[in-house]
């Protein structure tokens, strides 16, 4: 999940050492300029940008005792700089239920006679959407943001109903089209504080594998803004995947919606 645009914010950091951080922010505007004049606001390198002023001015708001609400909106607001102009993706946040893993407690519920009252979507801080239209959404992936307060023993269970969660979104999305590689992979993050982590969970035969690709680390003074390089580049490179699995998926729902309509009154198996 690297990003084609390294290079680029590589030197943009490198000229914003030594600046204070109004400064910093002015010479940001500057490499923005070129890229209003071409019309070109929703471009990759404008949206990232923006996300770092967006950063610049949250350092030295982190804290220690920062509620779930605070570190949740700071993120998403971080996650919406990036995800800016793509009309396809809606980041959904505030304890939104997940209709894959409901789907699936109804199902076992059916299975295994358990009490209807408990036929609910695990609640998730932020569910990652390609917008169909009309008011239809595929999900995409689950996201995990939680206080710095929060204490291993809670991490780690959070994390495993994450994964299981995005086990749900993933089985669901691999439904779509089993022969589309596209749709065995999606992406997700679990985010603590000012620090996370990206990771991919592919489908192989039925089997969910989960694997780290890099961390995501915000900034909270001017010492540690160098390192913010590798961060962009993942939190770019998952915009772009997003974007991409949504397109498959919406692509793979159409046509299989398609085959259904003419289902009883012709052979619609592929050999």
């Known amino acids: 999940m690297r990003n084609i645009s390294s290079s680029f914010f590589f030197f943009a950091f490198c000229s914003m050492q030594g600046k204070s951080i109004q400064e910093t922010i002015v010479f940001i505007r500057d490499l923005q300029r070129p890229f209003l004049l071409a019309k070109r606001w929703d471009s990759q390198e404008y949206r990232a940008l923006d996300a770092v002023e967006t950063i610049l001015k949250f ?9 779930e609400a605070t570190v949740l909106r700071r993120f998403m607001t971080i996650l919406s700089c990036i995800f800016a102009k793509v009309t396809s993706i809606k980041l959904i946040e505030g304890e939104t239920s997940s209709a894959c893993t409901k789907s699936i407690r109804q199902l076992n519920a059916t299975l295994y006679e358990a009490s209807q009252n408990q036929n609910y979507g695990r609640k998730i801080d932020i569910l990652v959407k390609h917008d169909q239209g009309c008011n239809k959404y595929i999900e995409l992936s689950s ?5 710095p307060s929060t204490c291993p023993a809670l991490i780690k269970e959070l994390q495993n109903k994450n994964l299981r969660t995005n086990g749900a979104i993933l089985a669901y999305l691999s439904s779509l089209n089993p022969r589309s590689r596209a749709l065995q992979t999606t992406a997700a993050i679990d985010f603590i504080g000012s620090a996370g982590y990206v990771y991919i969970m592919t489908n192989i035969n039925g089997i969910f594998y989960a694997r780290q690709v890099g961390l995501i ?22 915009q772009v995947f997003m974007t991409n699995l949504g397109h498959e998926a919406q692509a793979a729902l159409e046509y299989r919606e398609s085959v259904d309509i003419i289902s009883e009154v012709a052979n619609v198996r592929q050999e």
């Open 59 to 67: 350092m030295g708001s982190y804290n220690n005792s920062d509620t």
């Open 143 to 147: 996201l995990v943001i939680k206080p």
């Open 217 to 238: 680390i915000l900034p909270k003074s001017r010492d540690s803004f160098v390192h913010l390089t590798e961060t962009m580049d993942l939190l770019l490179a998952f």
